[in-house]
């Protein structure tokens, strides 16, 4: 659990454009921001912080008369993996994918199994293999 933690404080948080020059109020775990911006001013910040960014692709289309932005991260220090950004009447939503990053868990042990069956053999086949030569040069043939 601690690494879980200590995997997401160091992962790179995804980065929000600021209300006039303070940031949003924003949850833990919120994946989902509504920002009282337009979405020009949006795509410019976002175009200004990832778009040089040679492991973010951004591309833009249309749906129902509404622009959106669609963001997607191939960066391993980031804690995304894709952002839609969507045009509202006088807001924007920012839908954010986020990226758990577990720690490997070494399991070892001699424990017996909870259930186990056990064979017996009949006396018949005792004798069968009594019978058959289990020597070396037996299975050289």
């Not at 040089?52 to 591309?59: C, H, L, Q």
Request: net charge positive; aromatic share 6%.
């Amino acid at each position: 659990m601690i690494g879980l933690l200590l995997s997401l404080a160091l992962a790179a948080p995804f980065p929000l454009p600021t209300i006039d020059g303070k940031p949003p109020a924003v949850g833990a775990t919120q994946k989902t921001f509504r920002l009282p911006m337009r979405f020009p001013k949006v795509k410019a910040f976002y175009a200004a912080q990832l778009g040089a960014t040679p492991e973010v692709s951004m591309r833009e289309t249309s749906a129902d008369g509404k622009r959106v932005l669609t963001l997607t991260t191939k960066a391993k220090s980031e804690s995304w993996s894709r952002a839609v950004v969507r045009e509202g009447e006088v807001d924007t939503v920012i839908d954010v994918t986020p990226v758990l990053r577990l720690e490997a868990e070494t399991i070892s042990g001699n424990g017996k199994p909870l259930v186990e069956f056990v064979f017996g053999r009949s006396p018949e086949i005792e004798k069968a293999i009594q019978n058959i030569d289990h020597t070396e040069q037996m299975r050289s043939k």
